[in-house]
């Protein structure tokens, strides 16, 4: 009788050994980086308070993201935006973001990367801009993409009427 409560549990052991074992000795290539969502000096922008340029209008707009790595800061490989116009599937821009600490990056190596993002556009281009980040690691592994919104708008001249017609009350 005693034999076999030695043997069972025993056993179990070396089971649960072995599984331990298979999953350490299986090679990973690690954890994907992970991208906080990403700041910007500003979230939305009249184009009628800047001066055209040949119909165009310059946007610059300076962007900073947190981003860390399970499997450490090294680990990191490249941290991008991509900018995408209204309602556009795929970006018109993209842009590598660093954390060497030259502006408009402040701290080297505190895991925020920043960069400046520069583009024209013109009065039928305003509305809802997309600015989406992802992260690759040393293993090409992506971080879960993250976004925020840029607002460039217009002033429309039936608002501007509209605006400038109201009489403020004494």
Do not use: W
């Amino acid at each position: 009788g005693m034999r076999k409560h030695i043997v069972f549990p025993t056993l179990l052991l070396f089971l649960l050994a072995s599984c331990e074992e298979n999953n350490v000795d299986t090679p990973t290539a690690g954890s994907p980086p992970i991208a906080g969502y990403p700041r910007l000096s500003v979230y939305s922008i009249n184009v009628d308070s800047i001066l055209a340029t040949a119909g165009a209008y310059q946007i610059v707009v300076d962007i900073r993201v947190n981003v860390t790595d399970p499997d450490g800061r090294e680990d990191i490989q490249s941290v991008e935006t991509q900018v995408f116009r209204p309602s556009a599937s795929s970006p018109f821009l993209t842009q590598r973001l660093q954390d060497a600490g030259t502006l408009p990056d402040s701290t080297p190596g505190d895991g925020t990367f920043s960069g400046s993002v520069s583009f024209t556009t013109t009065r039928a281009q305003t509305g809802v801009y997309r600015l989406r980040i992802e992260a690759r690691d040393v293993n090409n592994l992506k971080s879960t993409r993250t976004e925020c919104i840029l607002f460039i708008s217009r002033n429309n001249a039936s608002t501007s009427l509209i605006t400038q017609s109201l009489i403020a009350p004494d």
